[in-house]
């Protein structure tokens, strides 16, 4: 059964194969948006162009304006600290989306 988060927001990080790309983004349903992702729904998009199809971060908020304001925060922080914050709960750097789908 998958996960369903109606009114509430998800920070998410995606990583390409090598982890050196790294893109922060915030949206109300991370499974269909992952999956755009990962099947390069908008082929000139930034994940696309550097293949940024690995789910290793994410974190849910009761309110899509928390999870806004938090995606505004790691955007502005380095990559180091991005790196550590993906270290923080995925220091094997796997690809978590198949634990939404469970």
Known sequence: M???????GCVYIMANLYHNVLYTGVTSDIIGR???HK???YPTSFTAKYKCHKLV????????EEAIAEEKRIKGSSKEHKRQLVNSINP?????YA???E
């Not at 998958?2 to 509430?8: A, I, L, T």
């Not at 971060?57 to 899509?64: P, Q």
Request: hydrophobic share 40%; charged share 15%; net charge negative.
């Open 34 to 36: 992952v999956s755009d």
């Open 92 to 96: 094997e750097w796997v690809d978590l």
């Open 99 to 101: 634990s939404l789908l």
């Open 2 to 8: 998958s996960k369903v988060f109606q009114r509430g």
């Open 39 to 41: 099947n390069c729904v």
């Open 57 to 64: 971060y994410y974190c849910f908020y009761s309110h899509i």
